[in-house]
Structures are given as structure tokens and as C-alpha cells.
């Protein structure tokens, strides 16, 4: 079992940063991606952003440019610096963390942009 926990999350104005925290526990080792998905209200969750254990990242079209993704191997953490934040990327914003058998998601942080 693998278990999330984000942080981080919060209101922030229109052009502003914010920093997402997903520290990870339990069986770790076998983790083989890590990522964060967002879900608006009345969308579905999309990807916004994944890192895997070799460092190889991935990031949705809206967003590139914009959010870094990383991790800290020694925290078991990983991060979502989100810049330039527009309105439309208020949503919950999800950790997610995927081995050969399961997929683990947290429980969810609220990201608000809005002046």
C-alpha cells in the first residue's frame, strides 16, 4: 500500500505561484510514476503533470511552460510549482502514484485563482 498526502494548496491571485507537496509512504520502493491530475467542478480529472523514477517528466499542453514537476527521492515527495496561475486552473488538484498492480491517489488539495 502506498498512501499521499498533499499540501499546499490555497487562493492565489491571477498571475501568482503556488507550491504542491505529495509526500508518499508505505511501500514506496515500487512506485514507478508519480503525478498530478486536477478536477474542476463539473469536468473530468486531467493530467497536469508526471515525473518517473528516472526523472523523465511529462506535462499536459496547458500547463508546459508554466508548472515544473519534481521530486526529492530522500523525502519520498514530490512537487508541482505552479507559475503564472490563470483562473481556469482552479480545480482540486490530486497526487497520483502508479506500480505495475495499483494506482494510489490522495485525497486532495483546492486550488483557487481568482483576484
Known amino acids: 500500500q502506498v498512501q499521499l498526502v498533499e499540501s499546499g494548496g490555497g487562493l492565489v491571485q491571477p498571475g501568482g505561484s503556488l507550491r504542491l507537496s505529495c509526500a508518499a509512504s508505505?511501500?514506496?520502493?515500487?512506485?514507478?510514476?508519480m503525478g498530478w491530475y486536477r478536477q474542476a467542478p463539473g469536468k473530468q480529472r486531467e493530467l497536469v503533470a508526471s515525473?518517473?523514477?528516472?526523472?523523465?517528466?511529462n506535462y499536459a499542453d496547458f500547463v508546459r511552460g508554466r508548472f515544473t514537476i519534481s521530486r526529492d527521492s530522500v523525502k519520498n515527495t514530490v512537487y508541482l510549482q505552479m507559475n503564472s496561475l490563470k483562473p481556469e486552473d482552479t480545480a482540486v488538484y490530486y497526487c497520483?502514484?502508479?506500480?505495475?498492480?495499483?494506482?494510489?491517489w490522495g485525497q486532495g488539495t483546492q486550488v483557487t485563482v481568482s483576484s
Open positions: 508505505g511501500t514506496i520502493f515500487s512506485i514507478s510514476i
Open positions: 497520483n502514484a502508479r506500480n505495475t498492480f495499483s494506482t494510489y
Open positions: 515525473v518517473t523514477r528516472g526523472d523523465s517528466t
